[in-house]
């Protein structure tokens, strides 16, 4: 690929002799003999250089001042400069500002031919990183929130309005396997905090003395076993983003911690004395009601509302039942790839059943389905045997039948099905304790602390 090189230098003879070489070296070479016409070439005729070779001192201004104006208008750019009589002060500057190097005329040819090729590969590597970060990334625009649905639209259109904004905070809400983590890795991905940190952590996997260390950071001996420094996780996403996953089962003193970071964009490491600058963006997600744990006090109310400068609520599979079109055929392309299938045609009877399931696991139940088939399949047709769905045809079922139907491949953790049994047998007895309680041969008092727990309504 032949790479562009601008040349700003006034005077005729060397602007026409540097041209003149670098062109037989490969490159495509455009001249400007002032910074007017540079500013003209970068902005308007929106060319791309790859490096930019000017002189220091020209007729209407000076180089080093054209490159601190320019440098937010142009990126993956090294700049050379050359000055027929060079100064301490100017060349300091030059480095500081992101120039490659600093030249004084006469410059030995083949020394600046050394020089242009290393600065070239310099921003060549530069432009490559861009590029794999943006194909890596781009999985993630709005668009990967898959579905037709309104609610599917909504979501699409709410997302790409947050990623066009800078907020501190935001609260991601839905059950479990909604797509939580995609909505979040979304936000991240398409802000302008994508070229930096994106760092997740599950508050419910974690004790709460290695939750604190983890998010904080430790010194030396501040804990028995604390032998060296550990940044914490909010000095490592510095820059970029937090993803806060289950945040409702964070303790409530770590809660006051992580509200006084949000508050003063400054952190203190466990045993440290002094603290820190960052400047991470909030994205906490739970499958539980925070406000109504804040309302119960099972939440900080004040770590609440600064959290929830947006909320994102995300739909449950079972009431966008319509975005399984778009769905089931992206899993199954996705799997087809992984596992070398051939899977093409899905049976009417397979849309069917998928689409009367009531999907308590939601979207993560619905990939392990695809993919169980898909890895089952012999053929181009969808093995609809392979779908192993229970016997829960609708939401209305769930209602009228006396079992209760849970996913068995590690599409739901063990509390989300102890919830959904519990949420169930309440809608059964019209949100009676008493009467859930006998359905499920537990006690009042059994039933009731597990009700708390899940934040769930009853009557009595």
């Not at 670098?22 to 003209?40: D, K, M, P």
């Not at 991240?188 to 974690?206: D, F, K, P, W």
């Not at 993919?371 to 969808?382: D, P, Q």
């Amino acid at each position: 690929m032949i790479e562009t090189l601008l040349i700003i230098e006034d005077e005729k003879l060397l602007g026409s002799e540097l041209s003149r070489h670098y062109r037989q070296s490969g490159w495509e070479v455009v001249l400007a003999t002032n910074l007017a016409e540079a500013r003209e070439l970068l902005l308007n005729k929106k060319i791309e250089p790859l490096l930019i070779l000017s002189d220091m001192n020209l007729p209407d201004g000076n180089g080093l001042d054209f490159m601190e104006k320019m440098k937010g208008g142009i990126s993956n750019t090294e700049w050379l400069f050359l000055t027929g009589y060079g100064n301490v002060p100017d060349s300091v500057r030059a480095l500081r500002l992101g120039a490659y190097d600093f030249l004084e005329k006469p410059c030995d040819l083949d020394r600046l031919d050394l020089i242009v090729a290393s600065a070239a590969r310099s921003a060549s590597i530069q432009r490559r990183v861009v590029d794999q970060t943006k194909q890596g990334h781009r999985r993630y625009s709005p668009d990967a929130y898959v579905g037709h649905s309104q609610q599917a639209q909504g979501i699409r259109q709410l997302l790409a309005k947050l990623t066009q904004v800078p907020f501190s905070a935001l609260i991601i809400g839905g059950e479990s396997g909604t797509g939580k983590g995609l909505a979040a890795r979304i936000l991240h991905y398409g802000s302008s905090r994508a070229r930096q940190t994106m760092i997740e952590v599950n508050c419910a996997a974690l004790p709460r003395e290695l939750l604190e260390s983890e998010l904080f950071g430790h010194e030396p001996g501040a804990f028995t076993g604390a032998a060296g420094r550990h940044r914490g996780l909010l000095e490592q996403a510095d820059g970029g983003t937090l993803f806060m996953d289950e945040i409702g089962e964070m303790p409530l003193d770590l809660q006051a911690k992580l509200l006084k970071v949000i508050e003063d964009h400054k952190v203190r490491r466990l045993g440290g004395e002094k603290e820190i600058q960052v400047d991470v963006q909030i994205v906490a997600a739970s499958n539980r009601n925070l406000e109504k744990m804040a309302r119960d006090g099972s939440f900080r109310v004040d770590l609440y509302h600064r959290l929830s400068v947006f909320k994102l609520i995300l739909p449950p599979l079972r009431e966008a039942v319509e975005d399984l079109d778009e769905l089931v055929p992206l899993f199954v392309a996705e799997y087809n790839a992984k596992a070398g299938r051939q899977v093409k045609d899905i049976p009417n009877a397979v849309w069917d059943k998928l689409k009367a399931h009531y999907w308590p696991g939601n979207v993560r139940e619905l990939r392990n389905v695809i993919e169980r088939c898909v890895l089952f399949s012999e053929g181009s047709i969808f093995p609809g045997q392979w779908l192993q769905l229970p016997g829960q045809p609708s939401a209305e079922a769930v209602q009228t039948e006396q079992g209760i139907w849970l996913p068995l491949d590690g599409s739901m953790a063990l509390d989300d099905m102890d919830c959904f049994i519990i949420k169930t047998a309440l809608e059964r007895a019209n949100n009676n304790l008493t009467a859930a309680a006998r359905d499920l041969g537990a006690t009042r008092e059994t039933l009731r602390y597990r009700v708390r727990k899940y934040n769930l309504k009853i009557a009595d």
